[in-house]
């Protein structure tokens, strides 16, 4: 169970040293996962850019794609033996909708309609050709 607050109040952070390890405290209390665990780990780059992304954020979530959240997973799960893509690579992959479009024959773009709008928009025309050639390529 985390022991800070959301919003996570900037100046109560620290990263501490210890004897085998780093630590990130929150009003002078090491900072826990949701599962309970430490962040801490001897890797001081890493704490650190976590420190950071709290500090500027002021947010510890981990329903999102951040550093905070990628290191609770790996403490709370991975760390422990517990990796759900791993477990279940097969219904992740097939339920992910892009896959899912590729698979059942559902383009991403109407090309049709696309060249339509594009004709009708010579501006856009010109910068997904002439100034996004990567885009261009695509179609």
Known sequence: ??????????????????????????ADKVMLTPGGHEVADRDIRLLKHILAKLTIYGSAEVNTINAFAIFCR????????????????????????????KTEGVALLDAEKALTYLEAHPAIFTLVFWGMPEVGGGL
């Open 1 to 26: 169970m985390p022991n800070y607050p959301n919003p996570i109040q900037p100046h109560l952070l620290d990263l501490v040293m210890r004897d085998h390890d780093h630590a990130v405290y929150y």
């Open 74 to 101: 790996q403490r709370d799960g991975i760390g422990k033996g517990i990796d759900r893509i791993r477990e279940d690579f097969g219904t992740l992959f097939h339920s992910d909708p892009l896959v899912r479009m």
